[in-house]
């Protein structure tokens, strides 16, 4: 149990900490999305292969085009999330991000039939003031209205990354965090063949960050997550993963020097905190509706 927290600790730090890596390339989004997903991808089917995993997904034609959905959306994801980095930073993009598993829980009620307790609804609406608050300011300060754009639908993205792959109930570890992370790499391609960027000048210096992000935070952090998360409770992964969003505006603050004023801290406070709130008591007196769990990184 203390090697399953351990790898997952170590996942969520890596997976909050791209932001820093990121602002370390000098290239454009989508192709630092194109090189990362490649390399993690390579390196995870590697793991697979080696650790002796057989493929099963053409026992499940269905299940397997609702994670081809999954895959599809978490690299679209990643191309929204990126950009965002870019214009609104780290920080605020992170927050933005991290609202996916909200999206989620209140859209649970109508897709998985599950029920709604006060905690929830209660987590919700603190989130959603939250994101007001941080937006709100973000936009006043001057930050572009499509850097929060791309910082909203990376988080839509993500909660379609999350409702297909729960559908996807037959396909599971490594085989499918491996197929996700190699399916997510069609719409990356589909993106830089029509901007023309396919073939990617890589100035020396960028190098030994991108072998870091896709090595290292996408690779070795997906196999990290994926090997740990069966082996915890539910409620734990589900609480302890909002350590990522956290990492990443502590991380962006130190390492990158972004400022967020008194309203966007109490903001940042109120996403992270309706969102645990929510997760800490799910199994409370549940009232007539429905609603998930939130979800993690997938």
Same mark, same amino acid.
């Given at each position: 149990?203390?090697?399953?927290?351990? *790898?997952?600790?170590?996942?969520?730090?890596?997976?909050?900490?791209?932001?820093?890596?990121?602002?370390?390339?000098?290239?454009?989004?989508?192709?630092?999305?194109?090189?990362?997903?490649?390399?993690?991808?390579? &390196?995870?089917?590697?793991?697979?292969?080696?650790? *002796?995993?057989?493929?099963?997904?053409?026992?499940?034609?269905?299940?397997?085009?609702?994670?081809?959905?999954?895959?599809?959306?978490?690299?679209?994801?990643? &191309?929204?999330?990126?950009?965002?980095?870019?214009?609104?930073?780290?920080?605020?993009?992170?927050?933005?991000?991290?609202?996916?598993?909200?999206?989620?829980?209140?859209?649970?009620?109508?897709?998985?039939?599950?029920?709604?307790?006060?905690? *929830?609804?209660? !987590?919700? &609406?603190?989130?959603?003031?939250?994101?007001?608050?941080?937006?709100?300011?973000?936009?006043?300060?001057?930050?572009?209205?499509?850097?929060?754009? @791309?910082?909203?639908?990376?988080?839509?993205?993500?909660?379609?990354?999350?409702?297909?792959?729960?559908?996807?109930?037959?396909?599971?570890?490594?085989?499918?965090?491996?197929?996700?992370?190699?399916?997510?790499?069609? +719409?990356?391609?589909?993106?830089?063949?029509?901007?023309?960027?396919?073939?990617?000048?890589? +100035?020396?210096?960028?190098?030994?960050?991108?072998?870091?992000?896709?090595?290292?935070?996408?690779?070795?952090?997906?196999?990290?997550?994926?090997?740990?998360? !069966?082996?915890? +409770?539910?409620?734990?992964?589900?609480? @302890?993963?909002?350590?990522? +969003?956290?990492?990443?505006?502590?991380?962006?603050?130190?390492?990158?020097?972004? *400022?967020?004023?008194?309203?966007?801290? @109490?903001?940042?406070?109120?996403?992270?905190?309706?969102?645990?709130?929510?997760? @800490?008591?799910?199994?409370?007196?549940?009232?007539?509706?429905?609603?998930?769990?939130?979800?993690?990184?997938?």
């Amino acid at each position: 149990m203390k090697k399953a927290y351990f *790898k997952y600790i170590s996942a969520l730090l890596l997976f909050g900490s791209n932001g820093v890596v990121v602002s370390h390339i000098a290239l454009i989004s989508y192709q630092i999305v194109f090189l990362r997903t490649v390399i993690g991808s390579l &390196l995870l089917l590697a793991i697979f292969l080696l650790s *002796k995993g057989k493929f099963t997904f053409w026992q499940h034609k269905r299940q397997f085009a609702f994670l081809v959905i999954s895959g599809v959306a978490m690299g679209s994801s990643g &191309l929204f999330l990126y950009e965002a980095f870019n214009l609104i930073g780290v920080g605020i993009a992170s927050l933005a991000y991290y609202c996916g598993p909200v999206i989620v829980m209140a859209l649970s009620p109508v897709l998985f039939q599950e029920r709604l307790t006060y905690p *929830k609804v209660i !987590g919700f &609406l603190v989130v959603l003031f939250g994101i007001l608050l941080v937006n709100g300011q973000a936009f006043q300060e001057g930050k572009t209205a499509w850097g929060l754009f @791309c910082g909203g639908m990376s988080a839509v993205m993500y909660a379609v990354m999350v409702i297909f792959n729960k559908k996807s109930k037959d396909i599971t570890g490594m085989e499918n965090s491996t197929l996700q992370l190699i399916i997510s790499f069609l +719409p990356v391609v589909v993106f830089c063949v029509a901007k023309q960027s396919i073939f990617i000048q890589i +100035p020396s210096g960028a190098w030994i960050w991108i072998l870091i992000l896709g090595v290292l935070n996408t690779g070795i952090g997906c196999y990290l997550y994926f090997s740990s998360i !069966g082996k915890l +409770p539910v409620q734990t992964v589900s609480i @302890c993963g909002y350590l990522e +969003p956290l990492t990443a505006v502590v991380s962006s603050a130190i390492f990158l020097h972004e *400022k967020m004023n008194t309203l966007q801290v @109490c903001g940042a406070i109120m996403i992270i905190g309706g969102a645990v709130i929510g997760e @800490c008591f799910m199994n409370r007196k549940s009232i007539p509706s429905d609603t998930a769990a939130g979800l993690q990184h997938d």
